[in-house]
C-alpha cells in the first residue's frame, strides 16, 4: 500500500484502537513540510495550519470514541529528528497516549522486542496488523497489511510488552531535559 491507500485501510479498519510502533531515528514525511528545518533553524513553533489540521483529526477521533496509542524506541542520544519530533509532535498533543522506549544497554529484553517486530507497524482494533516499510533515510515505501492470526498474535504480543516497558512521554521528557531545544539552541 502506498500512503494514500494506508489511510483508507486504517480510517476502515480503526474503529476502537490504533497502536503504533515506531523505530526509525529520523523519517522523511512529506506532509511534515518544512517543519524539520524550521525547528533545526530556531523558529518559535511548527506552521500552525499543518499542526491544527492533524491536531483536529485526533481530537475528533477521541470524540468519536478512538483510543491512539504510540511507543517510540529510542537510542541515546536523541537524534535531531527525535528532538524535533518529541518537541513540536508529542509535546503538545493531549489526544494521543504516547511513550517512549530507551534502548540502551541494560534494556536487553526491549530491544529483543523491537528487533522481533522488524520494524515499525500499526495494530488497528487488535486484528488489523499493519508492517511499514522505510529507506535507508525513513522515507515511506510501503505499508502490508496482514490479518493472520498468527502475526496479529505475535505483533499483540510485541505491542503490549514495549507499552508496559515504555515510559509515558511526558514523565520522559520531562526527565531528559537536556534534548530540549533552549538547552542546545544558542
Keep these: 500500500m502506498d500512503a494514500k491507500e494506508l489511510r483508507a485501510y486504517l480510517d476502515a479498519h480503526f474503529t476502537k484502537t490504533l497502536f503504533r510502533l515506531e523505530t526509525l531515528p529520523a523519517y522523511g514525511v512529506p506532509s511534515e513540510g518544512s517543519d524539520f528545518a524550521r525547528y ?27 483510543r491512539r496509542r504510540r511507543v517510540h524506541a529510542v537510542a541515546l542520544p536523541l537524534s535531531d529528528y527525535l528532538r524535533f519530533e518529541c518537541e513540536w509532535s508529542y509535546a503538545g498533543n493531549p489526544w494521543e497516549e504516547i511513550r517512549i522506549l530507551e534502548l540502551g544497554a541494560d534494556w536487553s529484553e526491549p530491544r529483543r522486542l523491537v528487533d522481533d517486530a522488524a520494524g515499525d507497524f500499526y495494530l488497528a482494533d487488535d486484528v ?26 505475535a505483533y499483540r504480543r510485541i505491542a503490549d510488552m514495549v507499552w508496559s516497558q515504555a515510559e ?19
Excluded at 508492517?131 to 496479529?152: F, I, K, N, W
Excluded at 512521554?169 to 542546545?184: K, L, S, V
Design 40 to 66: 533545526l533553524a530556531g523558529e518559535p513553533g511548527p506552521t500552525p495550519e499543518r499542526r491544527q489540521q492533524w491536531l483536529s483529526r485526533l481530537a475528533d477521533e477521541v470524540a468519536r470514541g478512538l
Design 128 to 153: 488489523h496488523l499493519i508492517r511499514m516499510y522505510y529507506t535507508e533515510v525513513g522515507e515511506p515505501l510501503a505499508a502490508e497489511a496482514d490479518t493472520s492470526p498468527s502475526s496479529v498474535t
Design 168 to 186: 509515558p512521554f511526558e514523565q520522559w521528557w520531562a526527565a531528559n531535559q537536556q534534548f530540549h531545544r533552549d538547552r542546545w539552541l544558542v
